[in-house]
């Protein structure tokens, strides 16, 4: 799993910001909108569809992407939908994306033209998508076992989060229900919101997902979704044992 961004909405550096951690040389303390692809046995899997997708995949050097999988419908997370625009050249047909209904509404509203081009519009000046629905049912995606985990957010956003084997990636909450804390047991790594110290409506502060995460006891911990108010290193220095904050491009085993 490649983490290709851990930024908060607005993403770090922020605009019009000069404090100590948008103005830092240190390449952990830049941090793009929140997203990361799996490589599974039959291709790559994107959860989300961030709005630096493009930099993102290039960056890491991922060429094509076969299938996505969205947590929720918020713009940070779906608005790099349109560079999915060349993979189904690569496919075949058109990129699966697999997300519930409030997430397909969105798409459907927000990327119309893709649904409805017009006549004359060349091959590949839109993408081709293929909308599939997702409950919180395990699924099978490429070759592997997709647990989605319910999670909350905002009152009218519901969440989803992934367990795939033992990594389970869960971002954008502040709040896990107690049916969803038991699919997250025996984990390798928990990947979780913090968006910064302090508590906020809608994200786990730093230190409501490290309670979460010492409830859940995983083997590592990995904090995502930050705003510029968490330093990479000093935050780092002061979490307990076993977590610590991701940072673009770092590199998890799928176990
Ligand atoms: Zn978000
Ligand atoms: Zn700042
Ligand atoms: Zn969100």
Same mark, same amino acid.
Not at 25 to 43: D, E, F, I, M, S
Not at 219 to 235: G, I, K, P, V
């Given at each position: ?29 830049? /941090?793009?909108?929140? #997203? @990361? *692809?799996?490589?599974?046995? +039959?291709?790559?899997?994107?959860? %989300?569809?961030?709005?630096? !997708?493009?930099?993102?995949?290039? /960056?890491?050097?991922? #060429? @094509? *992407?076969?299938?996505?999988? +969205?947590?929720?419908?918020?713009? %940070?997370?779906?608005?790099? !939908? ?15 994306? +697999? ?157």
């Amino acid at each position: 799993m490649v983490l290709l961004g851990t930024g908060t909405s607005v993403g770090v550096p922020t605009l019009g910001c000069d404090c100590p951690v948008c103005r830092s040389q240190n390449p952990k303390n830049n /941090r793009t909108r929140c #997203g @990361v *692809v799996c490589g599974l046995p +039959y291709g790559n899997l994107l959860i %989300d569809t961030p709005t630096d !997708l493009r930099a993102q995949l290039l /960056r890491e050097g991922v #060429g @094509v *992407v076969h299938a996505v999988v +969205y947590t929720h419908e918020h713009a %940070d997370h779906i608005f790099g !939908l349109d560079d999915l625009r060349l993979f189904p050249f690569y496919l075949g047909g058109p990129v699966p994306l +697999y997300g519930e209904a409030s997430v397909r509404e969105r798409i459907l509203k927000s990327f119309d033209y893709a649904f409805d081009p017009p006549a004359d519009m060349h091959t590949g000046g839109v993408p081709r998508l293929e909308l599939r629905p997702i409950g919180t049912e395990p699924l099978e995606v490429l070759g592997a076992r997709l647990t989605p985990v319910r999670l909350r957010h905002t009152r009218d956003v519901a969440v989803l989060g992934f367990r795939i084997g033992n990594v389970a990636y869960c971002t954008d909450t502040n709040g896990i229900p107690p049916a969803s804390m038991a699919l997250l047991e025996g984990l390798d790594v928990l990947i979780l919101d913090a968006l910064r110290p302090r508590p906020h409506a809608t994200h786990f502060s730093l230190d409501e997902a490290v309670a979460g995460a010492r409830k859940l006891r995983p083997r590592r911990t990995l904090f995502t979704h930050m705003s510029h108010e968490l330093e990479h290193e000093a935050t780092c220095a002061e979490l307990p044992p076993g977590m610590e904050l991701a940072f673009d491009g770092m590199r998890i085993p799928l176990t």
